[in-house]
């Protein structure tokens, strides 16, 4: 069939649709996708979700029966990092995201519409598959003087914002800009920049923090509720435990030189080559929760610490003042073991590590916190 | 007269709105609004200098490198370090395909879709496809075989009735003019780019762990270690991907990048001479050597005059901020950005709002101007540029190119050339970048695994007060970071960046900014689907995020710093 008339024909084709809806295994397998190809994928989002690898079978026929959900992509206070993050999505690629998985029908970035004809495909899709689609936020909202701050089409981005995810299954909040109110929050945060979940109370939100979020975490998250219908469990400050519930220092490849003592003391020097700690340049990795020695990026091709820098935190709260100055030691890392969590050791940390900045903001946010539902891995 | 809006311009980067009046099919006058602004530069008061990178990295992460670069050669500039030999390749590698792959990136993912209609791709006849292909490179994936399957899975995607970000387009617009074949090409090479990007860029995460945000920049060199006998350093087999990936990206550059822009310009001469707008070009030149002599010249032609290239001097650079959403130095008066202290006060139309008040301030972005002009930066600036000083390599490539179109020097003065002068930057840059390799192998060979001047890292060796720039000529053009320390603080921090001067709004004497300017003329079929908009303020390559980031200095809160 052709298209030559946009909306009429996507109308139409939408309306056949409906008959008969293809579930993501199907639609993979259609578009020439191996079931080879398919399973490693479901093997590597088993990884990715932390489960054992006896549970890549079921993964695969969880995808084998769901349908293609539905997603839009807002881009508010950001810097398109999170989305670059995306196109770097390897398993699956962005081009299977978009074309097999899901159906995108709201990305600024990428979408051929512009205008009112955005506009338009945003509202038809909220309204069509309203309390059904998952809505990914990009960025943070800027809630001072009316949100004047951030405006797409006329309309603020907390106005904008408070509908869609109002209205969507679950709001993922991609990096700690979306999460936390990021760099816009940093003090003195002059445009009262927050995350969706301050913005947006009532949503069901799910924090992806990480400066940018990395891809893998997004696919898992979104395959995670695919598999198991429900959404991940996640520890006090609303991020997965599957990619949040270990302590970067607990997992680096650099551990045991921190044991021992041997400490890289100026960039380049014969410990910096030899990959010793990084503890002394500044590594925040003692006070982060997040799976990058683990999961690693682009591809698993590397990860800050690999790459000779310390950790700068980026996943954690307000880390752009807790965990700055970047080059600055954190004080007194206690010698707690690997089963401590964010909940019950984040906290303390980090607020010594904060002492460069006053942080009102960002402590009354920690403190804020429930207690977390369940802190260990299930 | 009517007046169209376009909010949100996709397929960029940020948060742009344009409004046009429109008369007899053509635009009169257009205005370029930013609607989203953070503040970046405010909060980076207090800190500490050598953060700075981190911090203004985050202005953008499209382009990614950038800020991280400028600022970077802002601080060093300001306490006077000389990097490495080996800190510079490892940049210049970092700096070269990041280029390169956002060009690529930019003319599949963002701007492709002005000039391709993907549903006619789907009347394609693959064998002709194939013919058509194989006519312009030896590319291996040009096969009748391949673009079937191409056909089918996009089939395939129609027919499962639900559209994504395909959806609700200018499909069948009559400014679409290629036929089939080449829309089904172009749209096979859409994909493949996708694939593509994410494989090239991993030299950003074998050189600096990761992209987007690498995190290996250090004032004073590089944090990525070199010692071919660890395995946690830069060895050979680390050196060897790199070389690999960068193959990959000239050859993509070289068989599919440059083959298809041609052919597709091919079909669209008529842009040659529509978009031109402000005429003014400037580029602060890039990728120096050892001795800080750069390969691409930096200056400014004015007036499309390139008999005559003007050397640059910062000192000639101010904003000004008439038409934008702050309080300056007074109405018409300009601040250079080492004195760069505005305050904001947004007196637009309250949100939800339906125009934009454009005789008043309209915009977040202020306007850049060199000796008050307005001046167009981007690839485009940068051929020009190096094609004027008489640049070799850049010479040779545009020649080439205008040949094969069949058109003159002045052809480049438009949409089309914009978009041109893009492919021929990542072509060079794609040739260039390896033999950077090949130097910083030599150096290791030679021993020398040198990448950081710790000599000024510890801030207690640094004067009271300094100042200093950082220019980068950056993918999308000319980009500058000024900064003030005291007593081991950021005082001050100001960015001048590519996106603001081309998005920038009107100035006090009325000109327009190069968008607006741009615009101005250009040919509209139908004014509910304003493609030919999309077409020229693409062709810019938007980044809104980096364009607005200035922020006020009247609030009360003052930053503590606790002396620790």
Same mark, same amino acid.
């Given at each position: 069939m052709s298209i030559q008339k946009n909306s009429d024909t996507s109308e139409k084709a939408e309306q056949s649709a409906e008959k008969r809806e293809y579930s993501v295994g199907e639609i993979l397998k259609q578009r020439g996708v191996s079931r080879r190809d398919f399973l490693k994928f479901c093997t590597a989002m088993t990884a990715a979700m932390s489960l054992p690898a006896s549970f890549a079978p079921s993964v695969a026929q969880a995808l084998d029966e769901v349908k293609r959900p539905t997603l839009v992509w807002l881009n508010f206070q950001d810097c398109t990092g999170d989305t670059e993050a995306l196109l770097r999505a390897s398993n699956p690629t962005v081009g299977e995201i978009i074309l097999d998985i899901l159906s995108v029908d709201y990305h600024e970035t990428i979408m051929a519409a512009a205008g009112h004809q955005a506009d338009e495909a945003l509202e038809n899709t909220i309204t069509k598959y309203k309390g059904k689609y998952l809505c990914v936020v990009e960025g943070s909202i800027s809630m001072k003087d009316g949100g004047v701050y951030g405006c797409t089409s006329g309309k603020t981005h907390l106005e904008i914002a408070r509908r869609v995810c109002g209205s969507a299954l679950a709001t993922i909040a991609i990096g700690t800009c979306a999460a936390y109110g990021g760099i816009a929050a940093a003090v003195p945060n002059p445009t009262g920049a927050v995350g969706v979940k301050d913005a947006v109370p009532g949503a069901t939100v799910i924090n992806l923090p990480g400066c940018p979020c990395n891809a893998d975490n997004l696919t898992a998250t979104v395959v995670h509720y695919l598999v198991f219908g429900k959404i991940p469990a996640m520890d006090s400050k609303g991020r997965p435990l599957f990619a949040y519930g270990k302590r970067i220092h607990d997992n680096c490849e650099r551990r045991p030189h921190f044991d021992a003592g041997q400490y890289v003391e100026h960039w380049g020097d014969d410990a910096h080559r030899k990959g010793f700690c990084l503890y002394k340049m500044g590594c925040k990795g003692p006070a982060t929760f997040h799976n990058c020695p683990t999961q690693r990026y682009n591809e698993k091709t590397s990860w800050p610490v690999a790459s000779g820098h310390g950790c700068a935190g980026c996943s954690e709260p307000q880390f752009w003042d807790t965990m700055s100055p970047l080059y600055r030691r954190l004080p007194n890392v206690p010698g707690f073991g690997i089963e401590a969590t964010a909940d019950k050791i984040g906290l303390g940390l980090v607020a010594g590590a904060? !002492? !460069?900045? !006053?942080v009102h903001g960002a402590l009354n946010a920690l403190r804020k916190d429930k207690e977390p539902e369940e802190t260990k891995e299930g | 007269m009517a007046r169209i809006v376009v909010d949100p311009i996709t397929r960029i980067e940020g948060h742009l709105r344009i409004e046009a009046e429109i008369e007899g099919g053509f635009i009169k006058d257009a205005w370029s609004s930013a609607t989203m602004f953070r503040g970046i530069e405010k909060i980076l008061r207090g800190r500490d200098p050598r953060d700075a990178w981190f911090w203004t990295q985050r202005f953008c992460g499209v382009c990614t490198t950038v800020h991280s670069i400028a600022s970077i050669r802002a601080v060093e500039d300001a306490l006077k370090i000389k990097i490495p030999p080996n800190a510079q390749l490892i940049r210049n590698i970092i700096m070269g395909i990041q280029n390169v792959q956002d060009h690529v990136i930019h003319f599949y993912h963002l701007h492709a879709l002005d000039w391709v209609d993907?549903?006619? %791709?789907?009347? %394609?006849?693959p064998t002709k496809t194939a013919a058509l292909a194989a006519s312009l490179s030896d590319w291996p994936n040009n096969s009748a075989t391949y673009f079937k399957a191409i056909q089918d899975k996009v089939k395939a995607f129609v027919a499962s009735g639900r559209l994504g970000p395909f959806a609700n387009a200018y499909w069948g617009h009559p400014a679409y003019k290629l036929p089939p074949e080449a829309n089904l090409m172009a749209t096979a090479h859409y994909l493949e780019a996708l694939e593509w990007q994410k494989d090239v860029i991993k030299i950003h995460a074998i050189l600096g762990s990761k992209n987007p945000h690498p995190q290996s920049f250090l004032v004073g060199g590089m944090s990525i270690p070199i010692d071919p006998d660890s395995q946690n350093a830069l060895n050979a087999d680390k050196l060897f991907e790199i070389k690999r990936l960068l193959k990959k990206a000239q050859e993509f550059v070289e068989k599919v990048y440059i083959p298809d822009l041609l052919a597709i310009a091919s079909f669209y001469k008529e842009w040659a001479a529509i978009g031109g707008g402000v005429g003014n070009y400037m580029s602060y030149g890039e990728f120096p050597d050892a001795n800080g002599n750069l390969w691409f010249p930096s200056g400014a032609l004015l007036n499309k005059d390139l008999s005559k290239v003007l050397p640059i001097d910062q000192g000639k650079i101010a904003e000004y901020v008439d038409h934008s959403w702050f309080e300056g130095a007074g109405a018409g008066k300009g601040l250079h950005p080492f004195e760069g202290e505005t305050e904001v006060r947004y007196t637009g139309p309250k949100p939800p709002y339906q125009n934009l008040d454009t005789n008043g301030k309209y915009s977040f972005a202020k306007s850049p101007r060199y000796e008050e002009k307005s001046m167009e930066v981007g690839p485009l600036a940068r051929i020009l540029v190096a094609y004027a000083s008489g640049h070799k390599e850049t010479k040779a490539v545009v020649d080439l190119v205008l040949g094969k179109l069949g058109v003159g020097a002045p052809a480049l003065f438009s949409t089309l050339g914009r978009t041109a002068a893009r492919g021929i930057d990542a072509l060079l840059i794609a040739q260039q970048t390896p033999k950077w390799l090949d130097e910083l192998i030599g150096n290791i060979s030679k021993g020398d695994y040198r990448i950081h001047n710790n000599e000024s890292w510890d801030p207690s060796t640094w004067p009271a007060e300094a100042k200093g720039y950082g220019f980068h000529e950056a993918p999308r053009g000319a980009l500058g970071h000024w900064i003030k320390i005291k007593d081991q603080k950021i005082l001050n921090y100001q960015a001048v960046v590519p996106s603001t001067w081309n998005s920038s709004p009107r100035d006090a004497k009325g000109q327009r900014g190069p968008y607006e300017a741009a615009l101005v003329g250009t040919p509209v079929a139908d004014a509910n689907k304003p493609l030919e908009i999309l077409r020229t303020i693409h062709s810019f390559d938007p980044c809104m995020a980096c364009a607005v980031h200035v922020m006020d200095v009247d609030g009360n809160e003052v930053i503590k710093v606790k002396v620790s």
């Open positions: 904060g !002492a !460069a900045f !006053a | 993907i549903t006619s %791709a789907l009347k %394609a006849d």
